[in-house]
Every structure is written in structure tokens, then in C-alpha cells.
């Protein structure tokens, strides 16, 4: 059974906002193609000075696209590709608006029989808070 490391590296950034990313967290299981679609769950944890203070919560990146209400997402290795999705969070690429300190969930899924050889995947994605205070 071929198994794979998943990667995925997430970098934070920030507009003089109210509210920030204070902590990511990625669970992402090891893949197999022979079994069925496999899940991972991506937490950001965002935190407002205020309870009213809400933001926008943006992901962008190489290869991030919306596919309906889902964000598509590409993980790499070399030339190599290994595509998973964001249920529901298409919303990551225009803004996803939040109020207060909350911590966000996205279920990500693996779609089953990807052929790709075993090893490291990676993505280099930023996560980016815009205030929608005055």
C-alpha cells in the first residue's frame, strides 16, 4: 500500500487589524490511493480585540481556486501533484468574514485514486486578516 507525508505550510499575515491569526493547525492523514477519499481538518485560530470586531479571512496561493462553494487546493512534490479540497471554503478567496475571537474549521478532503509516488507534498499558502472596521 503506498502511503504519502503530506506537507502543507501555511504563513500568517496581517493589515493593522482588530483581529489576527493567532494559530494555525493542519491534520491531514496519510494518503492512500487504494482507499477510500481521506479527510483532514484545517484550524485557524482568529482573535479580535473586541467581541464586535470582525475581519475578512483570506487564503491565497499557487494552484488555489473555488470550485463551487469548495476551494481547490494543490499540494506539490517536484512536477508531481496531489489535489485536495476545502469543503465550503470557497469564501477563504474573497474574504470570509468573522466576528470575535473564534477558532474556524475546514474539513479537507482527499479525492481517492490519485496515483503519485510516496513522499513529502507541499504548498506554500498565506492566510491574510483585512479588517472591516473603519
Known sequence: MRRLLILMLLSCGGARATCAVQQTQLSLPEYSALNAAATGTLSVLVTCKGPRDSALLLLSGPGVQASGPH???Q?????RTLSLQALNGAALLSGLRFEGT????FTLKFPAGQWVPVGPYSAAMTLTVHSTQP
Do not use: D
Not at 499540494?75 to 512536477?79: C, I, M, V, Y
Not at 473564534?102 to 474549521?105: C, E, S
Open 71 to 73: 476551494l481547490n487546493l
Open 75 to 79: 499540494l506539490r512534490q517536484g512536477t
Open 102 to 105: 473564534q477558532t474556524l474549521r
